[in-house]
């Protein structure tokens, strides 16, 4: 008996730590309008993930391995994080996009379309390169 008290200690303990493990935020929340965003816990980011890939007619998985593309196939960045606002309607995805710097901009989610490309799941844009790049800088929510 006190092993299975032991097990179990361990278990919650390890579990704590992965909880309040240094990860990267993959769903965040603005409370309000121009508010800085903020993460969302666990259990909320993973609904809400879910939420936003099955509106794009993708798993969770593919949503967030999805690439942004041109509309004649040409990759231009890659979906980092998924933007909420206050009601928990998805607004914005975070993309990095290709080049030097790895710079990140919020691109409206009224600019994408999912598309399949031989099978993968991507999303496109009408936007050029130009126009991704002159989009707001991402700026991550404080820790």
């Known amino acids: ?9 361990a278990l919650s303990i390890t579990a ?3 909880a309040c493990s240094d990860r990267d935020d993959d769903v965040v929340q603005a409370p309000a ?3 800085a965003p903020a ?11 879910t939420n936003a890939a099955l509106a794009f007619g993708m798993t ?3 949503l967030e391995d999805a690439d942004i593309v041109s509309r004649d196939n040409a990759d231009l960045g890659d979906v980092e994080t998924l933007v909420l606002d206050a009601s ?3 607004t914005h995805l975070v993309v990095e996009l290709n080049g030097p710097g790895d710079m990140k901009v919020l691109v ?7 598309i399949d490309r031989n099978g993968d799941k991507d999303l496109a844009t009408d936007l050029t390169p130009g126009q991704l790049q002159a989009l ?3 700026t991550p929510p404080a820790r």
């Open 108 to 114: 409206p989610v009224a600019d994408v379309a999912p």
């Open 136 to 138: 707001p800088a991402w």
């Open 16 to 18: 704590s730590v992965a």
């Open 39 to 49: 993460s969302l816990p666990d259990g909320q980011a993973d609904v809400a993930a």
């Open 60 to 62: 969770r998985e593919q």
């Open 88 to 90: 928990g309607a998805l």
């Open 33 to 35: 309008p121009g508010a």
């Open 1 to 9: 008996m006190s092993r299975i008290v032991a097990l179990a200690a």
